[in-house]
């Protein structure tokens, strides 16, 4: 097997940069709390507990190799050293830079510093900076070169304006600013990892430092997730999976290793045998506890064939589908606007075809925090989990809110998230993989940049019902209620249908449930005269001209001429356009 992006990428990148004395120092960001896989371990030693180990033991084993005293710091903690050697030798680099007269009251500062630093932040910061000044001045005791471990940066360093930081935050961002532009720690050959789960959770000015670089874990690809599963499996061998490695590798994915490893301890519990339910079941836990109610993963029970009438836009999706499955990014869609009057069912549709065509589907929802930062926060691990599930569809409803037509005065926050988006919609790598459909009634008030070519260029239009897509409307509502739409007497069929010319797939929804209440007060099946008593007590809801509008605004956001429906053929781009204008002037009159 090959080596992954997992088992030494992101050292070798450190690597790189250092070697090539770019820079010395490092933000490591991403899956930082889960385990990773010890590439140094030999054949015999794969089955142990140290064949997994934290992403700070991983650090100090990989750093120390090179004879580096290793120093961990976190605010929990304070400081720590890789071992009593490292303990030591970082004691005598202190101590060589005082006159024998101060050693001893010197060796005191040291220790207490270092006993205390958990609660005596700052010192044990300037303990650290102090230490690498020495070590870097002549003569230079064997193994000086220092690296710093700090856990948890974004504890440190909040992503806060100045203005609200309070005098500790200031001073701490001031040092660090300080240190890591020092040209004497620039050109060392220390280092200094600082590790946050998400770097927008770091302060931005310490991010834009030029030396400063950002490297992202990110969560187990397949490879590593199957390499896991067996290793589990070695180690329990009591345990069945109801399926092969490789399809629980595939479904694992979004899931970090632990996630992995949880998921297998609960099914040995229960029965010894690890089911698809099982993995799903742990992976909604886990997007839930990542990333919040940001993203709802949803599993339709229902595919294109429940969706009635429809039949040009299933045809289109079928095409569509057929294009993913084949994987060239070449040829698959990046995005797909489905526009629409409210009602028509662009949600249950686009989850139908999500079932069908085999995608993982996504709901995005509640991006937007009220805390500063946080939306970034927010949508950088949300593209961290997207990214690695792969072959995912997202779903964005009422995306017009979500993601509106900017204004002048818009936040920055909200061109920082707008931002996000169309560079995960443009990065080729996710071409083919991750599919965003996104849902509104009024896509005029959709950014543009989202609607162009590349994005979401294509628009599939969902309408009201009409001709033979609103026939298979009427016969399925009869059937519902045990009646075929030949047993309708002529008459009868004639007003059903005209009653309900105008209906909308939620109008037939309600419909169908008001049949199924009558039914149920009567205690019988409805004859078809009840039926039709059922349909005259009924008022739809009134659309008026907002529907009208959004129908037009479907019409004019439409990349199909075989999706328009027969009532608005006669219609041509121009017309409508003004249509609209004149439609908005009225609105916007209070008219």
């Known amino acids: 097997?090959?080596?992954?992006?997992?088992?030494?990428?992101?050292?070798?990148?450190?690597?790189?940069?250092?070697?090539?004395?770019?820079?010395?120092?490092?933000?490591?960001?991403?899956?930082?709390?889960?385990?990773?896989?010890?590439?140094?371990?030999?054949?015999?030693?794969?089955?142990?507990?140290?064949?997994?180990?934290?992403?700070?033991?991983?650090?100090?084993?990989?750093?120390?190799?090179?004879?580096?005293?290793?120093?961990?710091?976190?605010?929990?903690?304070?400081?720590?050293?890789?071992?009593?050697?490292?303990?030591?030798?970082?004691?005598?680099?202190?101590?060589?830079?005082?006159?024998?007269?101060?050693?001893?009251?010197?060796?005191?500062?040291?220790?207490?510093?270092?006993?205390?630093?958990?609660?005596?932040?700052f010192p044990a910061l300037v303990l650290l900076r102090k230490l690498c000044e020495a070590s870097s001045?002549?003569?230079?005791?064997?193994?000086?070169?220092?690296?710093?471990?700090?856990?948890?940066?974004?504890?440190?360093?909040?992503?806060?304006?100045?203005?609200?930081?309070?005098?500790?935050?200031?001073?701490?961002?001031?040092?660090?600013?300080?240190?890591?532009?020092?040209?004497?720690?620039?050109?060392?050959?220390?280092?200094?990892?600082?590790?946050?789960?998400?770097?927008?959770?770091?302060?931005?000015?310490?991010?834009?430092?030029?030396?400063?670089?950002?490297?992202?874990?990110?969560?187990?690809?397949?490879?590593?997730?199957?390499?896991?599963?067996?290793?589990?499996?070695?180690?329990?061998?009591?345990?069945?999976?109801?399926?092969?490695?490789?399809?629980?590798?595939?479904?694992?994915a979004g899931m970090t290793l632990m996630g992995i490893e949880q998921t297998i301890r609960l099914a040995q519990y229960r029965r010894g045998k690890l089911t698809r339910a099982d993995f799903v079941a742990c992976l909604k836990r886990?997007?839930?506890?990542?990333?919040?109610?940001?993203?709802?993963?949803?599993?339709?029970?229902?595919?294109?064939?429940?969706?009635?009438?429809?039949?040009?836009?299933?045809?289109?999706?079928?095409?569509?589908?057929?294009?993913?499955?084949?994987?060239?990014?070449?040829?698959?869609p990046v995005g797909i606007l489905m526009t629409g009057p409210n009602g028509v069912g662009k949600t249950f549709i686009a989850l139908a075809w999500a079932r069908e065509s085999g995608r993982t589907a996504l709901i995005l929802r509640n991006l937007r925090s009220s805390f500063f930062g946080e939306t970034d926060q927010i949508f950088e691990k949300i593209r961290q989990v997207l990214e690695v599930?792969?072959?995912?569809?997202?779903?964005?409803?009422?995306?017009?809110?979500?993601?509106?037509?900017?204004?002048?005065?818009?936040?920055?926050?909200?061109q920082r998230l707008f931002g996000n988006v169309i560079q995960m919609m443009g990065d080729p790598q996710n071409r083919s993989r991750i599919l965003w459909v996104l849902m509104t009634a009024r896509p005029d008030n959709l950014a543009p940049d989202l609607k162009r070519s590349g994005r979401c260029g294509l628009h599939l239009p969902v309408f009201d019902p009409e001709d033979s897509d609103r026939r298979q409307f009427v016969e399925d509502l009869l059937a519902r209620n045990g009646a075929s739409i030949d047993e309708m007497p002529t008459e009868g069929l004639t007003e059903f249908e005209d009653r309900t010319r105008d209906y909308s797939a939620a109008d037939f929804r309600e419909l169908a449930a008001e049949l199924k209440t009558e039914e149920l007060a009567l205690g019988h099946p409805l004859a078809p005269d009840e039926i039709l008593g059922v349909v005259r007590d009924m008022l739809p809801a009134e659309g008026g001209p907002e529907r009208r509008m959004q129908t037009l605004q479907a019409f004019m956001h439409c990349s199909r001429k075989s999706l328009v429906p027969k009532s608005l053929r006669h219609l041509d781009r121009e017309t409508v356009a003004r249509q609209v204008a004149t439609m908005q002037g009225h609105t916007d009159d209070g008219g």
């Open 1 to 121: 097997m090959g080596k992954t992006q997992l088992d030494l990428g992101f050292m070798e990148q450190i690597r790189d940069w250092f070697l090539s004395q770019q820079s010395n120092q490092f933000l490591v960001t991403g899956n930082v709390l889960d385990v990773l896989r010890c590439p140094w371990l030999s054949r015999e030693e794969q089955l142990s507990d140290a064949n997994y180990v934290s992403l700070p033991d991983y650090l100090t084993t990989r750093l120390s190799m090179k004879q580096r005293v290793i120093i961990t710091f976190n605010i929990a903690r304070g400081l720590t050293f890789a071992d009593d050697a490292s303990h030591d030798i970082a004691r005598r680099i202190y101590l060589s830079r005082f006159e024998p007269e101060d050693v001893e009251d010197a060796e005191e500062r040291f220790n207490d510093v270092v006993a205390r630093s958990a609660s005596w932040t």
């Open 137 to 252: 001045q002549p003569p230079r005791p064997k193994g000086a070169s220092i690296a710093v471990i700090i856990e948890h940066a974004e504890s440190l360093l909040p992503n806060l304006p100045i203005a609200r930081m309070g005098d500790t935050d200031r001073q701490r961002l001031v040092f660090f600013k300080e240190w890591l532009t020092e040209r004497g720690f620039v050109m060392s050959d220390h280092l200094l990892v600082l590790v946050s789960e998400t770097a927008s959770a770091v302060n931005e000015s310490l991010r834009s430092l030029p030396h400063l670089v950002t490297i992202n874990i990110p969560l187990p690809e397949e490879d590593e997730r199957r390499r896991f599963i067996q290793w589990c499996l070695r180690r329990n061998p009591g345990l069945q999976l109801v399926g092969t490695q490789k399809e629980f590798a595939r479904i694992s």
């Open 286 to 332: 886990l997007l839930v506890s990542r990333i919040g109610d940001h993203v709802e993963l949803v599993e339709p029970q229902h595919t294109l064939a429940d969706v009635l009438g429809n039949a040009a836009l299933k045809s289109q999706l079928k095409r569509i589908t057929t294009a993913l499955d084949q994987g060239d990014p070449g040829t698959a």
């Open 389 to 414: 599930l792969g072959n995912v569809m997202i779903l964005v409803d009422e995306a017009d809110t979500v993601f509106a037509r900017p204004g002048a005065n818009v936040h920055e926050t909200e």
